[in-house]
């Protein structure tokens, strides 16, 4: 995994410096789209194909991102199909992500919850996670029934973990002790 970062690396930050002087949102969610799709074994087995063209691969992963790409992303794209980095797509656009956020003070917070969490208490436990980590945060909830009750909240490399789930663990360990 290590080898695909390093890859992953110089492609990011490149887009990440032309894409400040553009719009590093909307650039952000085509990239997103296009590792999706780069995702796809498939996909990459067809790109690797010595008798492929590496326009037909562009014209198939325009067409199944299904949107309309800005002409920077374009172009971008095009360099990652001819220099046979369709793998690094995904680890570009984490990194560009974390480029993006750091530029405008905002971390990824990966919310794990037991339970479908509504719009009002998402704001409440946001406004709650960013005091405790003292920084901006942009929250994506993921349901995860195995916690059992409370939340799991991953930013960055620090992670709160106030699930039943893990105090039970702990109680476990300690009991065993």
Request: charged share 20%; hydrophobic share 50%; proline share 3%.
């Amino acid at each position: 995994m290590a080898e695909i970062a390093t890859i992953a690396r110089p492609y990011a930050e490149a887009l990440f410096q032309v894409a400040k002087s553009q719009d590093l949102a909307a650039w952000g969610q085509q990239l997103d789209a296009l590792a999706q799709v780069a995702q796809d074994a498939e996909l990459r087995q067809f790109a690797d194909h010595p008798k492929v063209q590496p326009e037909q691969v562009y014209a198939v992963m325009t067409a199944a991102a299904k949107l309309e790409l800005a002409a920077g992303v374009q172009n971008f794209l095009r360099t990652v199909i001819e220099n046979g980095r369709l793998a690094a797509l995904p680890a570009v656009a984490a990194q560009y992500h974390e480029l993006a956020n750091a530029a405008s003070g905002v971390s990824d917070a990966q919310i794990y919850s037991a339970y479908d969490i509504s719009a009002e208490q998402l704001a409440d436990l946001k406004a709650v996670l960013e005091k405790r980590f003292g920084r901006k945060l942009d929250a994506h909830v993921q349901i995860e029934p195995s916690l059992i009750g409370g939340v799991r909240v991953v930013v960055g490399d620090e992670v709160l973990d106030t699930s039943v789930k893990a105090r039970l663990e702990r109680m476990k360990v300690a009991l065993t002790a």
